[in-house]
């Protein structure tokens, strides 16, 4: 049972609704707030284009292909369990991991590189921040009473548990969760809560996507050839614990290098280290998935429940604890995802020429718009007061791209002389 820590100002709305037209009444009075909330998620257009958005290994690639929508059920599933265990309504952080991705661009972290130094002149992007704009301004649901979008118009919990960096951009930030020109619906959402604290409900979901993406990652590589655990030799190994203590862990590479050994030597990823497509080995796959994913959540699970007690928890009475060990553990996974698929031969050049589509699309749009828009954003363009409102609508359409259309417009456009 869901802790009682879902008051009446956790299930506000930033816009109130009318109430529904006759006919459509019945099944919206079986569900609470927070299943409407995931609803409307799972039915929304910016849920359906992460289907073509590049996870790791790219869309079309692949005959098991794991894109940003894939990845989002697997971390609404992951932690809605956690938040099950704990107490959390499950509901609103399944709706959070649902929706966690959802302001994502093309080409994934890499389209998320190219759109900030397009940005730089209106705040830059980011694509938590993206997330908010999508959730409470640019998908279409809901209007405010003077007629300016409101998005999903999501309750103030589920919005409050998808924001995973409750803070806007400094100096020193690398990642952020609102654009100044969101600042009204942030604030709303957060009301005086402290810059920086997040609920209950945003930790279970971070940690579900650290966990969903650490280890799918992997068997993502592991399935294509890209990732061979019984080849791995100590070259490889030092070059993980690097990238794991440069990226992802505060510990140094050689305090890595032991957990490395014990990961490798789990009877689960020993079972792949021979890995060879066969019906087997696939079975052997799903199963050390599993076990793996059972392993990082409960003990978040088990540690949380040691420092708070059995009782349910919800929204800011606990924070989730996640043991060292096994933070380490999630940290090399993600570095071996990064040593073998992220940098193999001929990633950087890709790479480099989807940040070269992106950035002249984003250019061509801007010299063409308000007609080179979506009929969506065009109105936002034309009614933009200043430079910067304008090139934000231009990195809004960018944005919401799928990977295809992204060089479908690319090369509708963009001239080559």
């Not at 692949?62 to 509901?91: K, M, N, W, Y």
């Not at 409101?150 to 548990?161: E, P, S, W, Y």
């Not at 957990?259 to 087997?280: H, K, Q």
Request: net charge negative; hydrophobic share 45%; with cysteine.
């Amino acid at each position: 049972m869901s802790a009682a820590g879902y008051d009446d100002d956790a299930r506000a709305r930033w816009v109130d609704e009318p109430p529904k037209r006759a006919g459509a009444q019945a099944g919206a009075a079986r569900r609470d707030d927070f299943a409407r909330d995931r609803a409307r998620v799972l039915h929304s257009y910016a849920f359906r284009r992460l289907a073509d958005k590049t996870q790791v290994v790219v869309p079309g690639e692949d005959d098991f292909p794991r894109t940003r929508l894939t990845h989002s059920l697997e971390v609404a599933q992951i932690g809605r369990e956690i938040a099950a265990a704990l107490g959390c309504d499950p509901d609103v952080v399944d709706t959070a991991g649902l929706a966690h991705d959802i302001g994502h661009p093309p080409f994934g972290h890499n389209g998320e590189t190219a759109l900030d130094a397009v940005a730089a002149e209106c705040g830059g992007f980011e694509g938590n921040a993206q997330t908010l704009r999508v959730l409470t301004r640019l998908e279409a649901k809901v209007l405010r009473p003077d007629g300016a979008p409101a998005g999903l118009n999501l309750t103030r919990a589920v919005l409050d548990a998808t924001c995973k960096y409750p803070w806007p951009r400094g100096e020193k930030v690398a990642k952020f969760g609102v654009y100044e020109t969101d600042r009204a619906a942030f604030d709303w959402l957060r009301g005086s809560l402290a810059e920086g604290r997040r609920c209950l409900e945003a930790q279970v979901m971070d940690w579900a996507d650290d966990v969903a993406y650490s280890v799918h990652d992997v068997e993502d590589g592991i399935h294509a050839g890209l990732i061979r655990l019984g080849a791995m030799d100590e070259a490889d190994r030092t070059a993980v614990c690097e990238i794991a203590a440069d990226q992802y862990s505060a510990l140094r590479a050689d305090q890595l290098s032991p957990v490395l050994d014990r990961l490798l030597a789990l009877p689960t990823l020993r079972d792949l280290a021979a890995y060879d497509g066969s019906y087997l080995a696939q079975a052997a796959a799903k199963r050390a998935t599993s076990e793996l994913t059972g392993r990082f959540a409960g003990a978040a699970v088990t540690a949380t429940q040691v420092e708070y007690g059995a009782a349910p928890l919800a929204r800011y009475a606990a924070d989730l604890v996640v043991p060292a060990p096994i933070a380490a553990e999630c940290a090399l996974f993600k570095a071996i995802a990064v040593h073998y698929v992220m940098r193999r031969p001929g990633t950087a050049e890709r790479q480099a020429d989807q940040r070269r589509l992106l950035t002249e699309l984003a250019e061509t749009l801007l010299d063409g718009a308000p007609g080179s828009l979506d009929p969506a954003l065009a109105p936002a363009f034309v009614d933009a007061a200043t430079d910067a409102e304008r090139l934000r609508v231009v990195v809004d359409q960018v944005a919401q791209l799928t990977d295809s259309s992204a060089r479908a417009w690319h090369a509708r456009l963009v001239r080559r002389d």
